[in-house]
């Protein structure tokens, strides 16, 4: 088993090489991971299969089991997902911005790979080449550390991908899935300042919390998500039931899943008429305020926990508020600043809640599940920032470079 220092030392010393790659060699490498991937799907499969038998014997949830599977149309996902991210743009070398000062100097601005990307992820397989994909793309090397439970698979996945890539004559260094799925391997991938650039949490609360408090590396906080729908007095109850069934009910355990609907008192026992049917179909356990529970009487009480909790689950929590000024306070001091959402047919309203909602990404009558890079027209993405430094929002390759000024000039000087 190689140590996690020999790992990222192997990154750094492959960072260079990855830099100076041009557009039709990372596609070619990239093209050739696609492959492979279809080609070892045997192998791939019998490796998840271990980690979902020690899933399942362990007592993990359903909604997370079904994140750790892989089937053969899930592999088959990923290598489309890589070709696709080999079909984008290049951003590298990209001109951001360029002028000639008065002197005659010329200043341009251009992309350029972040270097050396580590990310320490929970129980999806997809995520190894999902990530390792987008860093190459943007020319980065990646150590990649995920959880213990799936192990196998993504040991797998990292082997594939490096006899991939070495065929094409590249760096050993270039992707390195972590194999020690300690606690202690987290812990020091947060400290290796010396060979990582900035360090990316992706999985529930308690991991993003751990890391952005205990790492020495610079971290881009991603995928919290206590994600709201508030039902405003003027929203078409049938249009903010359906919204709240697609935001709770359609994946619950992702980061832009609906965890909490604030209803105004006015519409509160209509609307509730209307969505409570929709939700028992998903067997949805919810949690409400007093004046929820007068409504809903089968709502278990909620506590004070429950408005901050990431359920990843058929949970919801449920608030009757008083109008706009409320809900606009309580998302804002209960949400992560992820993604939210308001129902309603008042222009002022909407406008105001987009303006004074602090999260990535705010919509009006709409689902928070559009938060997503292939949604939103980017492309593959390599999480959800909640962080407003750096990048905000769904991560594509954008945000996995950083620039440089590039100067040039005809004798000047300056005294």
């Given at each position: 088993m190689?140590?996690?220092?020999?790992?990222?030392?192997?990154?750094?010393?492959?960072?260079?090489?990855?830099?100076?790659?041009?557009?039709?060699?990372?596609n070619?490498?990239?093209?050739?991971?696609?492959?492979?991937?279809?080609?070892?799907?045997?192998?791939?499969?019998?490796?998840?299969?271990?980690?979902?038998?020690?899933?399942?014997?362990?007592?993990?949830?359903?909604?997370?089991?079904?994140?750790?599977?892989l089937?053969?149309?899930?592999v088959?996902?990923?290598?489309?997902?890589?070709?696709?991210?080999?079909?984008?743009?290049?951003?590298?070398?990209?001109?951001?911005?360029?002028?000639?000062?008065?002197?005659?100097?010329?200043?341009?601005?251009?992309?350029?790979?972040?270097?050396?990307?580590?990310?320490?992820?929970?129980?999806r397989?997809?995520?190894?080449?999902?990530?390792?994909v987008?860093?190459?793309?943007?020319?980065?090397?990646?150590?990649l550390?995920?959880g213990?439970?799936?192990?196998?698979?993504n040991?797998?996945?990292?082997?594939?991908?490096?006899?991939?890539?070495?065929?094409?004559?590249?760096?050993?260094?270039?992707?390195?899935?972590?194999?020690?799925?300690?606690?202690?391997?987290?812990?020091?991938?947060?400290?290796?300042?010396?060979?990582?650039?900035?360090?990316?949490?992706?999985?529930?609360?308690?991991?993003?919390?751990?890391?952005?408090?205990?790492?020495?590396?610079?971290?881009?906080?991603?995928?919290?998500?206590?994600?709201?729908v508030?039902?405003?007095?003027?929203?078409?109850?049938?249009?903010?039931?359906?919204?709240?069934?697609?935001?709770?009910?359609?994946?619950?355990?992702?980061?832009?899943?609906?965890?909490?609907?604030?209803?105004?008192?006015?519409?509160?026992?209509?609307?509730?008429?209307?969505?409570?049917?929709?939700?028992?179909?998903?067997?949805?356990?919810?949690?409400?305020?007093?004046?929820?529970?007068?409504?809903v009487?089968?709502?278990?009480p909620?506590?004070?926990?429950?408005?901050?909790?990431?359920?990843?689950?058929?949970?919801?929590?449920?608030?009757?508020?008083?109008?706009?000024?409320?809900?606009?306070?309580?998302?804002?001091?209960?949400?992560?600043?992820?993604?939210?959402?308001?129902?309603?047919?008042?222009?002022?309203?909407?406008?105001?809640?987009?303006?004074?909602?602090?999260?990535?990404?705010?919509?009006?009558?709409?689902?928070?599940?559009?938060?997503?890079?292939?949604?939103?027209?980017?492309g593959?993405?390599?999480?959800?920032?909640?962080?407003?430094?750096?990048?905000r929002?769904?991560?594509?390759?954008?945000?996995?470079?950083?620039?440089?000024?590039?100067?040039?000039?005809?004798?000047?000087?300056?005294?």
């Open positions: 190689k140590d996690i220092l020999t790992q990222a030392a192997l990154c750094k010393e492959a960072a260079p090489a990855l830099s100076i790659l041009s557009a039709a060699e990372k070619a490498a990239l093209l050739d991971i696609a492959a492979a991937l279809e080609d070892h799907r045997a192998d791939i499969l019998a490796a998840n299969a271990l980690d979902v038998s020690a899933a399942r014997e362990s007592g993990m949830t359903a909604s997370l089991l079904d994140r750790l599977t089937t053969a149309e899930r088959s996902a990923m290598a489309e997902g890589v070709r696709q991210v080999a079909a984008l743009p290049d951003p590298i070398g990209e001109v951001v911005t360029g002028h000639t000062l008065p002197n005659g100097l010329e200043v341009r601005q251009v992309r350029v790979p972040l270097g050396v990307i580590g990310i320490i992820f929970e129980a397989p997809n995520v190894t080449v999902d990530a390792a987008l860093c190459l793309k943007a020319g980065n090397a990646a150590l550390r995920g213990k439970e799936a192990i196998h698979s040991l797998a996945l990292g082997e594939i991908m490096a006899r991939a890539l070495e065929g094409r004559g590249l760096p050993t260094g270039c992707v390195q899935v972590v194999e020690d799925a300690s606690r202690q391997s987290a812990q020091a991938m947060m400290d290796l300042t010396q060979y990582l650039d900035v360090l990316i949490p992706r999985g529930g609360r308690g991991l993003i919390r751990a890391v952005t408090a205990g790492a020495k590396v610079p971290v881009i906080r991603t995928g919290e998500g206590v994600c709201h508030f039902v405003d007095e003027s929203a078409d109850l049938a249009m903010a039931a359906d919204i709240l069934v697609n935001g709770k009910c359609s994946r619950p355990s992702v980061c832009n899943a609906v965890e909490c609907v604030l209803v105004h008192r006015a519409v509160a026992a209509e609307f509730w008429k209307l969505a409570l049917p929709k939700l028992a179909e998903y067997h949805v356990e919810l949690r409400g305020c007093p004046e929820t529970q007068v409504l009487p089968q709502a278990v909620a506590k004070d926990e429950d408005w901050d909790s990431e359920y990843g689950d058929f949970i919801l929590a449920a608030k009757v508020v008083e109008g706009l000024d409320e809900a606009v306070a309580f998302i804002n001091a209960h949400g992560t600043q992820h993604s939210e959402a308001i129902v309603t047919r008042d222009l002022q309203n909407a406008r105001r809640f987009q303006q004074e909602v602090d999260a990535a990404a705010v919509y009006v009558n709409a689902s928070t599940r559009f938060t997503d890079g292939f949604q939103f027209g980017l593959a993405e390599i999480g959800i920032s909640t962080q407003k430094m750096h990048a929002g769904p991560m594509g390759l954008q945000a996995l470079t950083s620039t440089k000024f590039l100067v040039t000039g005809d004798g000047q000087t300056r005294w």
